[in-house]
Every structure is written in C-alpha cells, then in structure tokens.
C-alpha cells in the first residue's frame, strides 16, 4: 500500500509500473517452472498460456522504453494489462469448469489488482465488470449450488474488501501528500527565518525568509554546512531542549551589520533519525526598545544622569561590599526655586545641565554619579578616603568657580556639598547617606 504514493507523483509513477510489469513477467515463469519440474501439483494455466501471458507483459515493459505512446499512456496500459490478466484467468476459468484452483486464482488476482490500481472511478468500474463477469461464469458453469454460493460470496466481499482498502489507502496517501505539500509551502513561504537541521546542527533545508535574514544570495550556501559555525555561536545539544524553548544571539553575517535573533526549536520525530525546525526571528528592534527601556528607567532624561532608582539600588550593592573605605557626597544646587520663580523653569533647566556636566568633569570613572531630586545630586566614591572625598569636593567647588567666571549672570550656579565615609563594616551606608545630607545642609547653611 505505502507504493500507492508514488501515484501521486508524475516522477516515479512510471518506474513504479514498469516495476509491476516486470515482477509479473517473472511470476508467470517463476510459478510455471516450479509447476514444471513438479515441486508443485500439476499447473492449472499451464506452460504454454504462461508464457503467452508473460510475453505480452514484457512487451509493454519494453514498449514503455521505445516508445511514447505507451510511455505517455503508462497508467491506461497499466489498466490494460490488469484486464488482460484478469479475463484471461477467467476465460481458463470457464474453460476447466472452474475449478478450485481458478476459484482462489480468481479471488487472488483480484485482490492485488484493486490494491495495485488507483481507486478512481475506472478501478470502480473494473470491479463492476469482474463481478458480473464472474458470476454470469459461475452461474453457468458450477453445478453444486452449495459451491456457487459460497464461492460468490467470497468473491464479492474479497472484491468490495479490497476495493474500499485502496480507496482509504489512496485517499489517506493523498491527504498525507496534500498535507507535506503544504507544510513545505509553509515552510518555503514563512515571515520568519526557518532551518531544518539533523542533531549536529548539520543544515538540511533553509526557507527564502532565512536567506534574506543573512545577506546570501542562495540556499546552497548553507546546505551540508553547520547552522552554529555559520551563526558564530556556541554548538547546544539540540537533543536535549525542550520544544519551543528560546534562545537569543547576537549575529555577525557581515562587517557592516549586526543584530539580534531570537531561536526556537522543535523537534521533528521520524522513523531514521530526528531532525529539527529551527526559526529565527529578527528581534533587533525589540533590543533597541528593551535597551531603550532599560536606559530610562535608569537614567534621568534631563541630564542623562542615572537617576534615584539606580542611585538607590548602588547604595544597597555597596553597602554589601567588603572594599572600604567608601564615601558619599550629596550635592545641592542654592536657590533653584528662586530662579526658577524669578526667571523661569527653562533658566532653572540649564543651570541643573550645567551642573550636571560640570560635576562629570570633576570626577573619577570610577565615580557613580546621579541626579537623586529635583535640584540634588548624590555621588558614591568608591574605595575612596574622607581626605580623598574632600579633595573632590574641592576640585567641584574650582571647577563651578571656574564656570561662573565665564557665565554670565543669568547663568551663575552656586552649590552646596556635604560627605562621609564608611570605613568600618558595621556602619551602615545609608547611615553615611544621612550623615552626608546633613553636612551638605550645614554647608548650605554656613554659605548664607
């Protein structure tokens, strides 16, 4: 039954019957021989009808190659032969009162015919005229009325049986074959990037899709080739993952351009080996958003400063850490309400930009430093002394002195700073947080 499916396909439809034909031609002789040299009971068809029919198999066999018409016509005479076969049987049939042996040749060679035969409206009509065929020749000849019935009934059923077996058979072909034309269509033809691969991550198949994703020019470049050594990423066991788990890579395919792509698996189970649908997703975009995201959710969008959430968060990280001394110093811009009051919150804008990009100049790479308020800014100096902290202070204090020297009035900013350092491990940091804010308004205090 699994030959049915090569009906379906042009290609191997008229290797497959030239196959049948020659495997008839060698049964008709093979079984006469045996009949011949008395391995079996004497031949019912006989040697010489054996020959006839194999001869005119084996015409059509050789025919199928010379010429057109029958090549062209390879299933109509296919059809032929399969009637020539069968009315041949039952003209021996008729002429040895049918025998037991032509009986249960009869109920035989019909049954592979309707197995060998696409089940359409032709192999429907075949069954018709056997059937009649065969009971007008039973009627007339059997004489036993027990033997004429059972025989009838036997025939009919075996008829029916395997006629509707070919056209389930056929019909679940079919839809087999309609089914893996449309996956592969669906495959070829996805939005996204599709690989098929065996367990090494050897590249079996690739869609357009894939292609376009890397800059190829055509699907020969991939096949044969290993999907990680293309991807420049590390080799996974694809046995191991589970369906539909997710990877994301950063890829290269060309000096000019990099992006993200995010890699599900499934795996395919089949009879010889497993193999696996590997897609792609170009989530560069996605990237762009998330870092985006991530930047503004830690970043003061005024002064591109991280802001208090991340300021906070580095606070807690280094009140854990072990490498002290650690100073804080909490910065205040004088009088931002009045400017902005007086002059306008677009004026009071600039000042805190100025501030901000002052302050990045004072300090350390290593420094962290972020806008934690309205007119506030906090810094946390790693493994940085109160002498040290003091130093920076200073340092920003010449640096805003510097700045107003060349600003003009409008734009003259006016600070006030406070610090502490930690420098045992019991002491909590926002302890020296507090103590920090405290001596930034005591300075601001002393300045008035």
Known sequence: MKYLINFLDKKSKIFYIRKIMLFTVFMYLIFGLLYKTSLLSEDPIGLNHRIFSASVFLVFYLGSFITNIIKDNIYKTFYFLIYFAN??????????????????????????????????????????????????????????????????????VISITSYIISKLSYLSMKNIKEKKTYYENLFKKSPIGLIRCNSNGSILDINQHMIELTNKQNRDHFL???????????????????????????????????????????????????????????????????????????????????????????????????KLPISILIIDIDRLKTINDSKGHIKGNEIIRNTANILQRALRDEDILARVGGDEFGIILPKTKEKTAEKISKRIYDEIDSYNKQANKNTVISISIGWATKEKKSTSLYEILEIADQNMYESKDSSR
Do not use: C
């Not at 009649?132 to 009934?153: E, P």
């Not at 290993?226 to 788990?245: P, R, T, V």
């Not at 950063?250 to 351009?257: L, T």
């Not at 649908?277 to 870092?291: Q, V």
């Open 224 to 322: 044969g080739k290993n999907i990680f050594n293309i991807l420049g990423i590390e080799k996974i066991n694809l046995d191991e993952i589970n369906d539909h788990k997710s990877f994301e890579y950063e890829v290269d395919f060309s000096e000019e351009q990099k992006f993200w792509l995010e890699m599900t698996v499934e795996k395919i189970r089949e009879e010889e080996q497993n193999t696996y649908i590997l897609a792609f997703k170009d989530i560069s975009n996605n990237k762009k958003l998330e870092e985006n995201l991530t930047y503004l959710s830690f970043h003061d969008q005024m002064t591109g400063l991280y802001n208090y959430r991340y300021f906070k968060n580095e606070v807690e990280r280094f009140n854990k850490s072990r």
């Open 87 to 156: 009315l041949h049987l039952l003209y021996l049939a008729y002429n040895n009162n049918m025998s037991i042996n032509f009986a249960f040749s009869i109920i035989i060679v019909i049954f592979i015919s309707n197995l060998l035969l696409k089940p359409q409206e032709q192999l429907k009509t075949f069954n018709i005229i056997m059937i009649v065929l065969v009971s007008i020749v039973t009627i007339y000849i059997t004489d036993s009325l027990t033997n004429k019935f059972v025989f009838l009934i036997i025939f009919y």
